[in-house]
């Protein structure tokens, strides 16, 4: 029975970190539909987060219900006139005199606003989460200069100080970042290097660590070394009984395993050295050229020494620029696998549902604060992506109704919208149940 009790812990800090960032995300898209549809003369009902019956409630002075429900799966808007909390199909009768103040009854104008800004707002959400990140933590800057220094395992040899400006590395010139990794593709794995730094205005030479040594910097969630509790900062000693001293060296094992399970001793800071066993995952990975290509992973990222780069800080419109080109990334990745697997370029068990969303939720909760608010960025941009697929039920699919409407002069039919909604329902449900088994049944 004590057995279990870790475990329960584990899975109820997973549903409440899941709860959490889906309140956050659902509430900042559903407050866009409120908001901008506010402002375009559309009467919101109910402004509800979760779903079932209430728990908390109050009426603002619009007349607008805001209210708490106990199903946290969710939440919606509800405007005047909405026959359902999605507002799907054909409207509740109104009085001719406020039906301005519906959603069916507002011009094109006014709908097609509302309901884009739901997707608008999630991205702006990702957008802001992005650039505060490089306005509190910074960006490198453009010189290979070290920052702070970064706890080292016994053996590893590092004299490397912060400020020091690095021009060479085991005797190759280094004239920015990358030129740290091209070195270490001509150096042969070793606890030091000689290290050509700028120190006070003096070139000197010092001893310091492999370019890239086997020093975990991410860890992916749901991979196989966030099933076994690695973390970053960890340093992979061997693997297999083989000593390792360069992040290559991991690839290379990994890949030689084709699935098999790893015994790797890891350092962590302030912990000392632990045995871990992983077992390597097969996925799909863009390839260089174009397409995707398979490879096993565990599901690390690493390659940097032992110093993080000096960095700047970011201007509020350079972060902004920043913020939105990750969300944008994260977009057009969506994009790019969705299309990957109906064309089966990939395997469909590279679609994940809400068990793995959830698993993946807790394990960034799990590994701090700055990593959750990660996640919940990244989550955020990929729902306002799928609810702007053109699927009735969804955004996107209200959105391609006022299209036709503008299009053509006229909305579709009563008829029309209950039958395509059906078929929207269902088809969301379908891929709810497709991406469930997924989480069960794929490796």
């Not at 219900?65 to 509800?78: D, E, H, K, S």
């Not at 053996?155 to 280094?174: I, K, T, Y």
């Not at 970011?314 to 299309?339: D, Y």
């Amino acid at each position: 029975m004590n057995d279990l009790i870790p475990q329960f812990g584990g899975t109820l800090w997973t549903l409440a970190a899941f709860f959490v960032a889906l309140a956050v995300i659902v509430t900042v898209h559903e407050f866009g539909h409120y908001y901008i549809g506010r402002l375009s003369g559309i009467r919101a009902e109910v402004f509800s987060v979760g779903f079932g019956p209430r728990l908390l409630s109050r009426r603002d002075r619009r007349g607008t219900l805001w209210q708490v429900a106990a199903i946290p799966l969710g939440g919606y808007v509800r405007f005047l006139g909405d026959a359902n909390a999605a507002s799907a199909g054909p409207g509740r009768a109104v009085d001719p005199a406020v039906r301005r103040q519906t959603l069916t009854g507002a011009p094109l104008w006014a709908r097609f606003a509302t309901l884009l800004a739901g997707p608008v707002f999630n991205f702006i959400l990702s957008i802001l989460i992005f650039g505060g990140f490089a306005i509190f933590q910074g960006i490198p800057v453009e010189q290979p200069q070290v920052g702070t220094i970064a706890e080292a395992p016994p053996g590893v040899v590092n004299e490397l100080r912060p400020g020091d400006v690095v021009l060479a590395v085991g005797g190759q010139p280094v004239r920015d970042w990358g030129g740290i990794a091209q070195a270490a593709e001509t150096l042969p794995p070793a606890p030091w290097h000689d290290w050509r730094v700028l120190r006070d205005g003096s070139e000197i030479t010092v001893r310091g660590p492999d370019p890239m040594p086997a020093r975990i910097s991410g860890v992916a969630p749901r991979s196989a070394a966030a099933d076994a509790g690695l973390r970053a900062g960890d340093v992979v000693m061997a693997i297999g009984g083989q000593p390792v001293s360069r992040f290559t060296q991991m690839r290379e094992a990994v890949e030689a395993a084709e699935g098999q399970p790893l015994a790797l001793q890891v350092w962590r800071p302030g912990a000392g050295v632990a045995d871990y066993t992983l077992v390597p995952k097969m996925q799909d990975l863009p390839a260089e050229g174009g397409g995707y290509e398979r490879r096993w992973l565990i599901g690390v990222t690493g390659g940097e020494s032992f110093f993080s780069p000096a960095t700047r800080s970011a201007g509020p419109l350079e972060a902004l620029w920043l913020g939105g080109a990750q969300t944008w990334g994260i977009v057009t990745s969506s994009l790019s696998g969705m299309w990957a697997m109906i064309s089966g370029q990939i395997g469909t068990c590279n679609l994940g549902g809400a068990i793995s969303i959830a698993e993946s939720t807790g394990q960034a909760a799990s590994a701090g604060g700055g990593n959750f608010l990660w996640w919940i960025a990244v989550l955020s941009a990929a729902i306002g992506f799928l609810n702007l697929l053109p699927i009735p039920v969804l955004d996107g699919g209200h959105l391609l109704f006022y299209t036709w409407e503008a299009l053509t002069g006229r909305p579709p039919s009563d008829k029309a919208l209950s039958l395509l909604t059906a078929i929207g329902m269902a088809a969301v449900l379908s891929l709810m149940i497709f991406g469930l088994t997924n989480d069960l049944f794929c490796p």
